[in-house]
């Protein structure tokens, strides 16, 4: 049942980021935590679009809000980032798998018929 959950908090993660909007407000995370209003300042949205752009990005794990006296900082939640490498990992593994099976019977062709080639 792991997997299953694991796969739904991954559908959620790649969901979120997929809008570019918050792809950069991640990255913008990445230097430090900002508020509501320093993150939208880049943007030509209304603090109300940040706002729900930043709930899309709590909901999937990827950020998290806390009080600091009147300051709210978002702040970037990195360890969601440790579920999507050891998912992207684990393809990139098998992928690279057969791309060296490949070489090897390309290898074996080309051995194959470079022999031939001096047998003529």
């Known amino acids: 049942m792991a997997d299953a959950a694991e796969s739904d908090r991954l ?21 430090g935590d900002a508020t509501v209003s320093e993150l939208g300042a ?6 109300q679009a ?5 709930k899309v990005l709590e909901d999937a794990g990827l950020v998290s809000r806390s009080r600091d006296a009147q300051r709210r900082p ?6 969601v980032f440790d579920l ?3 998912w992207i990992e684990r ?3 098998q992928a ?9 019977v390309l290898a074996a062709m080309d051995d194959q018929d470079r022999d031939e080639g001096a047998a003529s």
């Open 11 to 31: 559908s959620r993660v790649f969901s979120a980021l997929a809008d570019p909007t918050r792809r950069d407000m991640v990255a913008r995370l990445t230097a």
């Open 42 to 47: 880049s943007y030509d949205v209304s603090l």
């Open 50 to 54: 940040v706002s729900k752009h930043l």
């Open 74 to 79: 978002v702040h970037l939640e990195a360890e």
């Open 84 to 86: 999507m490498t050891k």
């Open 91 to 93: 393809y990139r593994e």
């Open 96 to 104: 690279e798998e057969r791309y060296r099976r490949l070489d090897s």
